[in-house]
């Protein structure tokens, strides 16, 4: 069984900086890409940032410039600074891992219970 678990978020004013981290464990095999989605209150989930296991990130156009990946593959941890927060940024962020487990060596992707980021005056 696998469990990814963030942590950090919290409430930050516009133009603030906060960091979000996700920790992976269980009967892990090998993890492939890991990253960041974000849903707001009322709409769908949307991508947010992703790190391959080489070190690629791709952002979407919302965050780049702002946001960095990051990802410790010994710890099997990943991580999002977030800096110039808007409000528009609140929403639920959930990490994801791709990655095969040793009872099965198919690709599939795991999620976080997801943490709340608000960016508010």
């Known amino acids: 069984q696998v469990q990814l678990v963030e942590s950090g978020g919290g409430r930050v004013q516009p133009g603030g900086s906060l960091s979000v981290s996700c920790a992976a464990s269980g009967n892990i095999f090998s993890i492939y890409a890991m990253g960041w989605y974000r849903q707001a209150s009322g709409k769908q989930r949307e991508p947010v940032a992703t790190?391959?296991?080489?070190?690629?990130?791709n952002y979407a156009d919302s965050v780049k410039g702002r946001f960095t990946i990051s990802r410790d593959n010994a710890k099997n941890m990943v991580f999002l600074q977030m800096n110039s927060l808007k409000p528009e940024d609140t929403a639920v962020y959930y990490c994801?891992?791709?990655?095969?487990?040793?009872?099965?060596?198919?690709?599939?992707?795991?999620w976080g219970q997801g943490t709340q980021v608000t960016v508010s005056s």
């Open positions: 994801y891992g791709q990655m095969t487990v040793t009872t099965d060596r198919s690709i599939r992707s795991y």
């Open positions: 790190i391959t296991s080489g070190g690629s990130t």
